[in-house]
């Protein structure tokens, strides 16, 4: 029995198909079906019914299963304690980033990381918040950067930076003449929301008390901030956007981007890691770089602002 076996296994469990499982582990599915075989040979039980689809664990299996995660989670803690003593960031770090930062903040630190330090093998995967606690307390990621929302007594925050929501609102719209908008403007407007379970989501509804708007025909879901620029662009309605992506903008653009009034609704963003993390080396290191990628203006609450 081998560790590679079990993280074979574990792929499986979590991806239910064996060619999906051999492309995330970086083999073939001819390779990673014998290992497993080879280990249902060694113990001499079945781990999984390939009978049925999705693939599921045998009873026998889920117990196996049970064990393999704790075996490797074990393992992982055995190599991260000595790399951590060796200050070394050499080894793969799987880092989540919740949609509504990562195409903003990912292109500002990573691409300067990976050449500053080619050793490091950060891999980036977007989540949803819960998504990401989930993978967290499974030990599929390393490390998040989301908002800081309740419910995070049970992690380890470190304060990244703090990023303002701004109106992006269409020409011809009612609001497109206003200087600052205020919450009660919104009342009413073409409302371009993304879908329940995004954080950026649900703390614009709560600060901008929207729930009429959410329950009108005009309060439209889905899942992409770029999606709904687009159609403010197109010119019907209104959406909001975070602080980092107005860089991104052409002057055109721009001038479709309104602040709010004082106060101005601000989500704290944070790299969430478990209490018993061990690389703070490596920790420290990101906290860092992203800071030092952002404007000076968003490492610290300003007066005007408001968290969300």
């Known amino acids: 029995m081998t560790l590679q076996q079990l993280e074979y296994v574990m792929a499986v469990y979590r991806f239910k198909h064996f060619a999906k499982a051999a492309d995330h582990c970086n083999v073939t599915q001819p390779t990673l079906s014998s290992m497993i075989q080879k280990l249902e040979?060694?113990?001499?039980?079945?781990?999984?019914?390939?009978?049925?689809?999705?693939i599921k664990?045998?009873?026998?299996?889920?117990?196996?299963?049970?064990?393999?995660?704790?075996?490797?989670?074990?393992?992982?803690?055995?190599?991260?304690?000595?790399?951590?003593?060796?200050?070394?960031?050499?080894?793969?770090?799987?880092l989540g980033v919740i949609p509504t930062v990562a195409p903003y903040l990912i292109p500002r630190f990573l691409p300067q990381l990976m050449n500053e330090y080619p050793d490091m093998d950060i891999r980036v995967t977007e989540l949803k918040t819960e998504d990401m606690r989930r993978a967290?307390?499974?030990?599929?990621?390393?490390?998040?950067?989301?908002?800081?929302?309740?419910?995070?007594?049970?992690?380890?925050?470190?304060?990244?930076?703090?990023?303002?929501?701004?109106?992006?609102?269409?020409k011809g719209d009612a609001l497109y003449d206003y200087k600052a908008i205020r919450t009660a403007d919104l009342s009413g407007e073409y409302l371009w929301l993304l879908d329940e379970g995004?954080?950026?989501?649900?703390?614009?509804?709560?600060?901008?008390?929207?729930?009429?708007?959410?329950?009108?025909k005009k309060a439209y879901n889905l899942g992409s901030i770029e999606t709904f620029m687009r159609i403010v662009e197109s010119g019907k309605g209104v959406t909001f956007i975070p602080e980092l992506s107005i860089a991104q903008l052409s002057d055109a653009q721009q001038q479709l981007v309104k602040p709010f009034a004082h106060p101005i609704p601000t989500r704290d963003v944070v790299l969430m890691t478990g209490?018993?993390?061990i690389r703070t080396t490596l920790r420290e290191l990101l906290v860092d770089k992203i800071q030092q990628a952002v404007p000076d203006s968003m490492i610290k609450m300003q007066k005007s602002q408001e968290e969300v």
């Open 136 to 170: 967290l307390q499974r030990g599929d990621i390393d490390a998040g950067i989301l908002a800081r929302v309740e419910g995070l007594e049970e992690f380890e925050c470190s304060h990244l930076f703090y990023e303002k929501f701004f109106v992006y609102v269409a």
């Open 57 to 94: 664990p045998t009873p026998s299996g889920q117990l196996i299963i049970e064990r393999a995660w704790s075996v490797l989670v074990r393992a992982r803690r055995l190599k991260e304690v000595v790399e951590e003593q060796k200050h070394s960031l050499f080894g793969t770090f799987n």
């Open 198 to 216: 995004h954080c950026f989501r649900d703390q614009l509804v709560k600060f901008c008390q929207l729930k009429s708007a959410i329950k009108s």
């Open 41 to 54: 040979d060694e113990l001499g039980v079945k781990i999984f019914d390939r009978r049925k689809q999705p």
């Open 275 to 277: 209490k018993n993390f």
